[in-house]
């Protein structure tokens, strides 16, 4: 019995790292090569660069981990919902005392319900060209307004507008909506058409960029922008539109039509604008880079005229040949002159010996018999025949001229007629032969009230034909036809 119970005694005892290490020994020789089948679910992507991941079915779950250089050669990257085969190896950690596959590689198995109604949306918009480069806007550099499509009561919100802030402040439309549930999706589309539909400087007016945004999430919380109204909604947009939904690793339908996809809500408030601070001092900079550069090129110039001055003759140099040549033409020119004289006198001498009177004689005899032969052959007969049509051709001038000049007699007559007809239905003398009159005081002032009527000495009635005066008033003379008329109350 002593013995039985010194037994225990002989069991080796192990520390924690060593056990640690047998477990983790017996695991790999064990498992050192596995394939296995399951649903990827939480997916984190550290800033290490290593993929750490649940691989769960309907009962279990197992941790695995995708080291960094092995995940950049993975051609389908994971992602949560996705029903996948991993090859690895089992090993243990023993810092948390768990077991984990170290994957090594990874491909598809299939989809979840979600990710397949989400893969073959994806492929139909895709086809329709929805996603294609070419269809995106650029963003407008600096935008007025900015239209933001968000829930009004988280944190979104406020990190976009307190970036605004800090880095150049413009006015901000806010759309409230809901951004996960069954509304969200309808709302927003709603949100997106709304603020395609405002008229650009009404009261209220369009933005000239819009930011569509929601905080981080799940695949579920974040499938009101995988719908296909939302994405259809994006992609008729006539602004440009930045899609900041969910985080970096967060990918959604809206992000593949969307003009430009911001990681992050702040970082679309940082793509929506520039930094004030560095475009004031970018534009100082190139201010003085301006100034340095034209004063340079001045003084380069400057320099160069300098030189080139150097290189020229001076004025004197360049007048001092032409000066000694002109004085010596005029020391020459009296002489040519006087020789030019002499050469022609002797010419006029050669010429004249050979002239004599016998000589004309016979030239002017020439020319007079030339001339009557001439005069023989000229006949009136032409000449003639020209004056007739020529006094034709007057007659005919003369006949239009006298037409022309009754058509522009009749037309200002017309003229004429017409303006006096109408001056004789304007007068006020028409106007009294059609049964009206004009009252006048006894001192010749037109009435044209009852109580002014009241208050005269006299009155004067002027009718068609011939004036009455009443109450003492003497009557006037008729004015001359060519004055004009009076203004009066007629009745």
Not at 104 to 123: S, V
Not at 340 to 351: N, P, Y
Not at 421 to 439: C, D, H, M, N, Q
Not at 451 to 473: V, Y
Request: glycine share 10%; net charge positive.
């Amino acid at each position: 019995m002593d013995l039985l119970d010194d037994d225990s005694g002989n069991t080796p005892e192990f520390s924690v790292s060593e056990l640690s290490g047998a477990v983790k020994r017996v695991i790999e020789g064990e498992f050192g090569f596995v394939r296995v089948r399951g649903e990827v679910g939480r997916v984190s992507r550290p800033r290490s660069g290593h993929i750490y991941l649940d691989l769960k079915d309907d009962r279990s779950v197992i941790s695995g981990v995708v080291w960094k250089g092995v995940a950049a050669r993975f051609e389908t990257q994971p992602e949560e919902g996705m029903e996948v085969i991993a090859t690895g190896r089992l090993t243990t950690f023993p810092g948390q005392s768990k077991y984990q596959i170290v994957i090594e590689d990874i491909r598809p198995a299939g989809l979840g319900a979600l990710m397949a109604m989400l893969e073959k949306r994806k492929a139909q918009l895709q086809a329709e060209g929805l996603f294609a480069p070419e269809r995106k806007r650029p963003l407008p550099y600096l935008p007025e307004i900015i239209g933001v499509v968000t829930s009004p009561s988280g944190a979104v919100i406020r990190d976009i507008l307190h970036r605004l802030r800090e880095r150049f402040p413009r006015k901000v439309l806010i759309w409230p909506v809901a951004v996960q549930g069954k509304s969200c999706a309808p709302e927003v589309a709603r949100a997106i058409a709304g603020f395609n539909a405002l008229s650009p400087g009404g009261a209220l007016p369009r933005p000239d960029l819009l930011i569509v945004a929601r905080g981080g999430g799940s695949v579920e919380d974040l499938w009101g922008f995988n719908e296909e109204i939302v994405a259809r909604a994006a992609a008729a947009s006539e602004i440009p539109l930045i899609s900041a939904v969910g985080h970096e690793t967060d990918t959604t339908l809206i992000d593949y039509v969307s003009d430009r996809r911001a990681p992050t809500p702040t970082a679309a408030a940082e793509i929506a604008v520039p930094v004030r601070m560095e475009l004031l001092s970018w534009t100082g900079e190139a201010g003085s880079r301006m100034t340095r550069a034209m004063g340079q090129r001045i003084e380069l110039r400057g320099q160069r005229l300098r030189d080139l001055s150097r290189a020229l003759p001076r004025a004197e140099t360049l007048l001092d040949t032409p000066r000694q040549r002109l004085d010596l033409m005029a020391d020459r020119l009296p002489r040519g002159l006087i020789r030019g004289t002499e050469q022609r006198r002797v010419a006029l001498s050669d010429v004249a010996g050979a002239l004599r009177p016998s000589l004309l004689t016979r030239v002017i005899a020439h020319g007079r018999e030339s001339l009557g032969r001439r005069t023989d052959r000229l006949s009136l007969r032409p000449i003639t025949r020209e004056i007739a049509l020529g006094h034709d051709r007057l007659d005919a001038l003369s006949g239009r001229l006298g037409e022309a000049g009754l058509r522009r007699i009749d037309s200002p007559r017309q003229r004429l007629d017409g303006l006096s007809r109408l001056l004789e239905t304007l007068s006020y003398k028409g106007t009294l032969a059609r049964g009206y009159a004009v009252v006048r005081s006894g001192e010749g002032h037109i009435l044209t009230r009852k109580a002014e009527a009241q208050d005269a000495a006299g009155l004067e009635i002027e009718f068609a034909d011939g004036r009455l005066a009443l109450g003492g008033a003497a009557p006037r003379p008729k004015r001359k036809a060519k004055e004009k008329p009076e203004q009066g109350s007629l009745f």
